[in-house]
């Protein structure tokens, strides 16, 4: 029975998340560009929440002003486009790979490479470096190793 009730009661908080009753739109429409357009913006202040999970003031605005951009006939791109010139980049959950963006998304693989390309490039210097080459011991070292082993 209390295994039911858990996985009802986390099952129905994803759908329930932050939102509050006072923030639904009367339209289900509207009401579900509003939370399409949520999951995509990040919270200012939480640690890499949407809007929509968040119980945050900010975030609480946020989807306010979401749904008042809606009802007055903009799109999900101007909706968007209006939060991001306001806010940052930072704001959407991902980023475009546009800009100096584009940067950081290629430095993991570009950093991949590079490594890699040292790696080869020690390994190859160490395969073809002179080897040591054995050496009799001289009469001295030889009594000097000697007198050790008797010690």
């Given at each position: ?26 339209d289900p429409r509207l009401e579900e560009r509003a939370r399409d357009i949520s999951k995509g913006l990040r ?78 490039v020690y390994l190859r210097g160490r395969s073809t470096a002179a080897a040591p080459q054995d050496q009799a ?15």
């Amino acid at each position: 029975m209390i295994r039911v009730l858990v996985m009802v009661l986390t099952l129905l908080s994803d759908a329930a998340l932050a939102v509050e009753p006072d923030e639904v739109l009367s339209d289900p429409r509207l009401e579900e560009r509003a939370r399409d357009i949520s999951k995509g913006l990040r919270c200012p202040v939480c640690q890499n929440e949407s809007i929509d999970e968040s119980n945050a003031n900010i975030a609480k605005d946020l989807r306010l002003l979401v749904r008042d951009r809606l009802t007055q006939g903009d799109s999900d791109e101007e909706v968007v486009g209006f939060i991001v010139e306001r806010y940052g980049e930072y704001v959407l959950l991902q980023p475009t790979v546009t800009g100096a963006n584009w940067l950081l998304y290629a430095a993991g693989p570009l950093m991949l490479l590079f490594a890699a390309g040292m790696g080869v490039v020690y390994l190859r210097g160490r395969s073809t470096a002179a080897a040591p080459q054995d050496q009799a011991l001289t009469e001295a070292e030889t009594a000097r190793l000697q007198e050790i082993m008797r010690d």
